[in-house]
């Protein structure tokens, strides 16, 4: 049972909705997988939660 995790900012729905048809796809074209079995979990942050050499995503970029 293949377990897809993405980490992403947050997205709308049909964003997700369309990704997660297309990986389920993948997964079953490429490993043969059922469709039934293949499962995709997203885990969206914030930039309060979520840093980029050693800045906060929320706080204002150095320049």
């Given amino acids: 049972m293949p377990i897809v995790t993405i980490q992403q900012f947050p997205r709308p729905l049909e964003q997700k909705r369309e990704l997660a048809r297309r ?8 490993y043969g997988a059922d469709e039934a079995t293949v499962q995709v979990f997203f ?13 906060m ?4 970029k150095p320049e």
Avoid: H
């Avoid at 969206?44 to 800045?55: F, L, P, R, Y």
């Avoid at 995503?57 to 204002?60: E, L, M, N, T």
């Fill in 43 to 55: 885990s969206e942050v914030d930039g309060e939660d979520w840093a980029k050499g050693g800045v």
């Fill in 23 to 30: 990986i389920t796809q993948a997964f079953a074209e490429v």
């Fill in 57 to 60: 995503g929320c706080d204002p």
